[in-house]
């Protein structure tokens, strides 16, 4: 079975779609292009890759909230700079209410699904920690906001981890997405370090790459070996494009 790797951004993935180099028709003796599946093969499953984001870009949900950063110096466990989140009250709950979130915008390359999200961080005291990850998708017109993914778990972990969400499927063609991280404290003098935040993303199976690699896995053409000259005045095809 061929396999598939995920580009992370559109150009990477045009090059990786469009620069796989055919597998040419060898020469006798050495080892053949290997045979396509046959119907009764099972699909192999999509794999999700990461792409990851700025985390260093999330806004405070409400006042309770600080956002800060310190390139030398974070001030949790070994000190790895990341984006220092801390509370003035404890709990969840925003001081005006709702929820108490760290929020950003995504941005997702064309033809790519958002199947999850990663998140790398450490705790000071895991008395505080992150409560809640969510997606929700700015409708049209844009007067609300349809959460799609709501992953309850709460990630106590003192770290430093990286952790997965739940799994979901979303198209970002149909509308904005939104991330956020509720956070619940324990205490004030506690921090939260965002390391990384990455995107869980599969290619759209109706997307325009998905498309790219289908024609690719079965095209071949005819080409003529050596130089034209006696018997080497030969034509040959290639097998299909390995794509890998």
Not at 169 to 198: C, E, K, M, Q
Not at 227 to 234: A, C, E, I, L, V
Request: aromatic share 4%; net charge negative.
């Amino acid at each position: 079975m061929k396999k598939i790797a995920f580009a992370l951004v559109l150009g990477a993935a045009l090059i990786v779609c469009l620069g796989g180099i055919p597998q040419m028709a060898l020469a006798e003796g050495k080892k053949p292009p290997p045979p396509p599946p046959t119907p009764n093969d099972p699909p192999e499953p999509a794999q999700a890759v990461v792409m990851w984001t700025n985390h260093l870009d999330f806004l405070p949900g409400d006042p309770s909230v600080t956002t800060s950063f310190n390139a030398v110096n974070s001030g949790v466990g070994g000190g790895l700079s990341g984006l220092i989140i801390g509370s003035t009250t404890t709990g969840e709950d925003a001081t005006g209410g709702g929820n108490k979130v760290v929020e950003k915008g995504l941005q997702v390359p064309p033809g790519f699904l958002i199947s999850g999200v990663r998140v790398c961080y450490e705790l000071s005291n895991p008395r505080s920690f992150i409560s809640q990850i969510r997606l929700a998708q700015v409708q049209e017109p844009p007067a609300t906001a349809l959460v799609l993914l709501d992953d309850a778990t709460d990630l106590t972990n003192a770290g430093p981890v990286c952790v997965d969400s739940e799994e979901v499927s979303i198209d970002p063609t149909l509308g904005a997405v939104r991330l956020s991280f509720r956070v619940n404290y324990g205490d004030v003098t506690d921090r939260i370090v965002l390391r990384a935040v990455g995107l869980n993303l599969l290619i759209d199976p109706n997307g325009p790459f998905q498309k790219i690699i289908e024609g690719l896995e079965n095209h071949t053409h005819t080409y003529l070996t050596g130089k034209g000259k006696g018997h080497n005045n030969t034509q040959a095809e290639t097998g299909p494009a390995t794509i890998e």
